[in-house]
């Protein structure tokens, strides 16, 4: 398989807890999107890389959200001390920048439920 | 904060006809791309359309865009009832950052 691979698909957390959230994007894709996604509403962007560079953060990144793409392949996402409100599916895409302009793609989404 | 809003929010058809879904936008944007989401799933790529282009095709789908007026239209034809889907456009911005806005997407069935 060769598109956006998240993981995990599904994580159950209790109030309080980190959980970290896996994104593998398109291997020659150099620009990695992160969105959150609550029902019924369009994805909302959370942040992007460029190869290892974090360009930008939206306001609704709080402080308990860490994203890194370390080696300019993977990424993690980060929630520590999460609260009901974080309950929503957390979207990964990634797109190919420097060679014109091409589609993003999306992974499945890891859905996250605080409880 | 959104970028696009599509209209209508939901739609509703029988199975055969044509879909239409607008999106409207607030900035200059490079490109405008359109989505389909089947329920608690991820978003598959439909089409990308570039600032100087007017109108692409895809199977049946035929996407238009007008700078002018800011605004972007889906037209499925002869549709069928796993088009059920919500629809979304998602635009960048010519302002040098390339993140993608969505907007609040069209919730679209088909009868059969």
């Known amino acids: 398989d060769t598109g956006v691979s998240q993981d995990p698909r599904h994580k159950i957390t209790k109030r309080g807890q980190n959980v970290t959230f896996r994104c593998d994007p398109i291997?020659?894709?150099?620009?990695l999107y992160w969105y959150r996604q609550t029902l019924g509403q369009g994805p909302e962007f959370l942040t992007y890389?460029?190869?290892?560079?974090?360009?930008?953060k939206s306001r609704l990144l709080s402080d308990r959200f860490s994203a890194e793409r370390p080696k300019g392949s993977f990424s993690t996402l980060e929630i520590q001390r999460t609260e009901q409100g974080d309950s929503a599916m957390y979207l990964c895409?990634?797109?190919?920048?420097?060679?014109?302009?091409?589609?993003?793609?999306f992974g499945q989404g890891t859905r996250l439920t605080v409880v | 904060s959104q970028q696009g809003e599509e209209d209508p929010q939901a739609l509703s058809i029988q199975e055969g006809e044509n879909a239409t879904m607008n999106c409207s936008y607030k900035?200059?944007?490079?490109?405008l791309q359109w989505y389909r989401q089947n329920s608690g799933r991820g978003l598959v790529h439909l089409i990308l359309?570039?600032?100087?282009?007017r109108e692409k095709h895809s199977g049946r789908l035929r996407v238009t865009l007008d700078t002018s007026k800011k605004s972007s239209s889906l037209l499925i034809t002869a549709s069928r009832a796993a088009d059920t889907a919500s629809y979304f456009c998602?635009?960048?911005?010519?302002?040098?950052?390339?993140?993608?806005?969505f907007g609040t997407g069209t919730r679209l069935k088909v009868l059969a």
């Open positions: 359309i570039r600032s100087n282009e």
């Open positions: 890389f460029q190869n290892e560079a974090q360009l930008e």
């Open positions: 998602a635009t960048d911005t010519d302002s040098g950052t390339y993140k993608y806005i």
């Open positions: 900035t200059s944007i490079n490109n």
């Open positions: 291997s020659e894709h150099n620009r």
């Open positions: 895409a990634s797109s190919l920048a420097g060679v014109g302009i091409t589609e993003a793609f």
